[in-house]
């Protein structure tokens, strides 16, 4: 687990372009998948020579039983994790999820900077603004849905998730 101190944190994501700030336009149509559904993609374009980039969105589940995102994947990255990080006192710690994110029935989990995310590792070539990624998600019973994530401008911008 990697653990970073607040200050640290925030100018790292200073750095890389990765705000804690939200989308300003995102995926327009909501992709569905069964009891799925998946809204407000995005992404944020990365600075040059930025080695990673973050995705998000939101999964609202609809049905009354739960499910469990198990993997990513994206022709434009080598590899995509699956990312949590939160604060523990004035550490913030992130870890990749090994096994998941679960979607519990009837309930909406959100893919945001500085929460649950999407790390996008091998990237061919950095994300530039006005670009699309595409993504494939895999649900341990819904299947897969492909999803289409905006790059949106690496500074802050859009609505505050809190």
Do not use: C, W
């Amino acid at each position: 687990m990697k653990t970073f101190t607040k200050l640290a944190f925030l100018g790292i994501f200073a750095a890389t372009g990765i705000i804690i700030a939200g989308a300003t336009a995102a995926q327009d149509a909501p992709a569905k998948l069964g009891d799925l559904e998946v809204t407000g993609a995005f992404t944020k374009a990365m600075l040059p020579g930025q080695p990673v980039g973050g995705g998000y969105f939101t999964i609202k589940n609809n049905g009354k039983s739960d499910d469990m995102l198990v993997s990513v994947s994206s022709p434009v990255a080598g590899t995509v994790e699956m990312h949590e990080m939160a604060m523990q006192g004035e550490v913030m710690k992130m870890r990749k999820l090994d096994t998941g994110i679960a979607i519990p029935a009837g309930k909406t989990v959100e893919l945001t900077p500085g929460g649950l995310h999407l790390m996008f590792l091998k990237v061919k070539e950095p994300f530039k603004q006005g670009g699309k990624v595409p993504v494939t998600l895999s649900f341990e019973k819904a299947g897969k849905v492909d999803i289409t994530l905006p790059v949106e401008a690496a500074g802050p911008g859009g609505h505050e998730h809190k």
